[in-house]
Structures are given as structure tokens and as C-alpha cells.
């Protein structure tokens, strides 16, 4: 299994990612393993992430920041003794915005991976949602935790009525998904190609999504209707951090 996105890359110079491991539910049931609760679950994140920014939009949308917490790693990774990943600072004016990790004093995102299962062999990636409780990692696929917090929070949310993905949208969400995921989210594919022909490849995808989305965006206020959506932040998290990305 790849150690970092830089050996994700397939024999022909394509950008491959390998799927999430943690896929655990937090749950609103109390009597779930992972069960709903306030202070409970922290979560770890880069600012220059796109897929970590859906989950702090998703925070500041639902209004369940002060239910979940989340550190941020520093915006750049470093090599530490035995990997190249995302690192804590020391100190919390090392680096702006970045702080130590105030739950485990963990230096590297490569340590909660480790905790949380000793044959972990894959890459140590960000978001992470951690368990405070039984120490360990229950979800690192953003598009997993974005669910959760749309709806398995909504007791302790300032917003619980805001339903990003709304039972009767959820097809054209999901169409809309696919499109920007395979064509946009997955930019990616342009910045970790190590040969021309899955460059190119990429690019001509990257631009006919953007395209068919502008398309949409000069018909419509959002991209699956005139309400926002699921979508909808999918799209611009990665949108905003495409330049400096
Ligand atoms: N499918 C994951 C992708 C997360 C991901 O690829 N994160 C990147 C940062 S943008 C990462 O942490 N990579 C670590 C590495 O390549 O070593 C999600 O959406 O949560």
C-alpha cells in the first residue's frame, strides 16, 4: 500500500489514490458504538486540504463547532524520522494558525494511524476524525463525515434544520458528485501525473467539468437546484484551494 499520495502513481505516470480505510458511522443512536456527543470526537485537519474543508464548511454550517473541535496540522508536509507527511508544530507560534496536537501530543498524523491499528500500512492522510473515548480513528473519508455531521449531530446543532443532502435531491446530488469528483475533486490527477498522456487526460476532464458547471451556475444559484447543497460545497471547497493547491 502507498505510504504517500507521491506513490499513488500507476506504472503508465496516472495519479491511482487508494480508497479510505476508516468507514465507521458516528451515530445520533446513544447506544452505538460510536454514538453521537458533544466534546466527544476531535477532528484534524489541513487548511490547504479541499477535502478537509468540506468538513470545517460542514462545522461552521451546521453550527456544531463548538461540538466538534479540530487542530490543524502545519500547511506544508515535513520529514520527520521515518516518513514525509503532515506534522504538528511544537509550538503553538511556530507556525500561524497550526498548533500542537492538544490530545494525544501527537508530532505527526502518522501517530494517530498508528494507535488506531498497529497493520496500518497505507498513507497517513488528513481529515481524521478521532474518538477521544476509545482512542482511535473513525472516519478518515471526508465525504463519510460530511454525512455524519449533516445529520448524526443534529442535537447539540445551532443549525439542525439545514439538510445538505435532502431525500428528495439526493439523485441529482449524487449525479452532480460524480461528475465534479472524477472531473474536478480529483484534480489531483493533473498535479501527480508523472507522464504527459495522463496529464493531458486529466486537464481535458478537469476543463470539461468546469465548463458543464459554469454551465449549470448561469442558470441556477446551485448546482442541483436553487437550494444549496451537498454539491454545492464539494465543489467550491476544492474551488477556493485549486490556485494555491
Ligand atoms: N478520500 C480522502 C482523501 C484525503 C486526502 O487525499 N488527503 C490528502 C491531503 S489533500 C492527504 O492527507 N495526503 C497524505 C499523503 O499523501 O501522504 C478524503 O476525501 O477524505
Same mark, same amino acid.
Given at each position: 500500500m502507498a505510504r504517500s499520495a507521491h506513490n499513488e502513481?500507476?506504472?503508465?505516470?496516472a495519479f491511482d489514490p487508494s480508497p479510505s480505510t476508516f468507514r465507521s458511522f458516528v451515530s445520533?443512536?446513544?447506544?452505538?458504538?460510536f454514538a453521537a456527543a458533544p466534546g466527544r470526537y476531535h477532528l484534524y485537519v489541513s487548511y490547504s486540504c479541499p477535502w478537509d474543508c468540506r468538513c470545517l464548511a460542514y462545522l461552521k454550517l451546521k453550527g456544531l463547532d463548538h461540538v466538534i473541535r479540530f487542530t490543524w496540522v502545519k500547511p506544508v508536509f515535513e520529514r520527520t524520522n521515518d516518513h514525509m507527511g503532515w506534522v504538528f508544530p511544537a509550538?503553538?507560534? %511556530?507556525? =500561524? +494558525?497550526a498548533e500542537p496536537d492538544p490530545i494525544n501530543g501527537a508530532k505527526s498524523i502518522r501517530e494517530f494511524y498508528e494507535i488506531a491499528s498497529t497493520k496500518y500500512a497505507g498513507k497517513p492522510s488528513v481529515p481524521v476524525l478521532w474518538d477521544?473515548?476509545?482512542?482511535?480513528?473513525?472516519?478518515?473519508e471526508s465525504s463519510g463525515i460530511i454525512r455524519m455531521l449533516n445529520t448524526e449531530f443534529n442535537e447539540f446543532a %445551532?443549525? =439542525? +434544520?439545514?439538510?445538505?443532502?435532502p431525500a428528495h435531491l439526493q439523485a441529482s446530488i449524487d449525479e452532480i458528485n460524480e461528475l465534479v469528483y472524477e472531473g474536478i475533486n480529483i484534480v489531483y490527477k493533473c498535479g501527480f501525473a508523472k507522464q504527459q498522456g495522463p496529464y493531458d487526460e486529466a486537464v481535458t476532464k478537469l476543463y470539461e467539468a468546469l465548463d458543464k458547471c459554469e454551465d449549470t451556475l448561469s442558470r441556477q444559484r446551485f448546482l442541483c437546484s436553487n437550494q444549496i447543497t451537498e454539491a454545492d460545497v464539494r465543489l467550491f471547497t476544492t474551488l477556493i484551494r485549486f490556485d494555491e493547491v
Open positions: 502513481v500507476t506504472d503508465s505516470g445520533r443512536d446513544s447506544s452505538a458504538r509550538a503553538g507560534d %511556530e507556525e =500561524p +494558525g477521544k473515548q476509545l482512542k482511535t480513528i473513525v472516519n478518515n %445551532e443549525n =439542525p +434544520g439545514l439538510d445538505l443532502y
